[in-house]
């Protein structure tokens, strides 16, 4: 029958329409994922940057802090050569390691600062250099991708423009049916019967109804799956 034929020869050419459009869906859906991944890398990089600046912050104000303590301890030693007494300049000396003690700790934390910097840095310019990276590697994926994209692009629309060739002479209610049955079938409407068992769900078929599809002359449904059945012509010959 040739509304038969022309439903098998739709059906493969909507499966070749399906694989174009999924296969351009995961390129789009890579394409993003790769601009992704560059955003979170220097993202990342720019969080460990605002470490950095506040590192830097904290790093000076105790620079400042230790500046005041060292001129305290100058002016006091500068205060011990004028003393008098042996009471007055105890308690000078008692200011100078008091002042001494928070110096070291100062100093401490300034190196601490510096240290945590260094390695903030690094981090940082790791990051920045992976994305540097990503970002090469990124523009020629985008490239083959903007490739493949153009390719699939130009094969839906020929298809589409065949697609259309085919279903003009299809009779409405049956386009209707087919359209139906592949939606719920996972893409596939029509399929062959041999050796009296359909090949779509794989049950046997009633030996009258199976003689009856021999003869082709209606269109006919599978009883267990509903798809449409068609005999190969090698299955008539044998």
């Known amino acids: 029958m040739e509304n038969l034929q022309r439903l098998v020869d ?3 050419l909507d499966q070749e329409l399906l694989q174009q459009r ?6 789009e859906e890579e394409e993003a994922r790769l601009g992704s991944d560059i955003e979170r890398l220097n993202t990342m990089a720019a969080k460990l940057e605002e470490q950095m600046a506040q590192l830097q912050q904290e790093r000076e104000q105790y620079r400042q802090e230790l500046l005041s303590e060292e001129d305290m301890i100058a002016r006091s030693q500068e205060r011990q050569k004028e003393i008098q007494t042996q009471k007055e300049f105890l308690a000078v000396q008692k200011e100078i390691d008091s002042a001494k ?3 070291k700790e100062l100093q401490d934390k300034i190196q601490q600062k510096d240290s945590e910097y260094e390695s903030l840095e690094s981090d ?3 990051k920045r ?8 590697d990124v523009e020629q994926r985008q490239d083959e991708i903007a490739k493949e994209k153009d390719q ?5 629309k020929k298809q589409t423009g065949q697609r259309q060739k085919l279903v003009e002479d299809l009779p409405a209610s049956l386009l209707k049916r087919y359209e139906l049955l592949l939606e719920r079938r996972n893409g596939v409407a029509v399929v062959p019967a041999r050796g009296g068992a359909c090949l779509g769900c794989f049950m046997h078929l009633p030996p009258q109804f199976y003689n009856q599809l ?3 002359q209606e269109l006919l449904e599978c009883p267990h799956c509903n798809r449409l059945l068609f005999i190969e012509q090698e299955a008539v010959t044998s």
């Not at 999924?22 to 390129?27: D, M, N, T």
């Not at 250099?129 to 090469?136: D, M």
């Not at 699939?152 to 839906?156: E, L, R, S, Y």
């Open 10 to 12: 739709l059906q493969e």
């Open 22 to 27: 999924q296969h351009k869906e995961k390129l």
């Open 101 to 103: 003690k928070q110096q």
């Open 124 to 126: 940082a310019q790791e």
């Open 129 to 136: 250099q992976q994305a540097k990276q990503l970002s090469a």
């Open 152 to 156: 699939c692009h130009k094969a839906i």
């Open 214 to 216: 021999l003869k082709q």
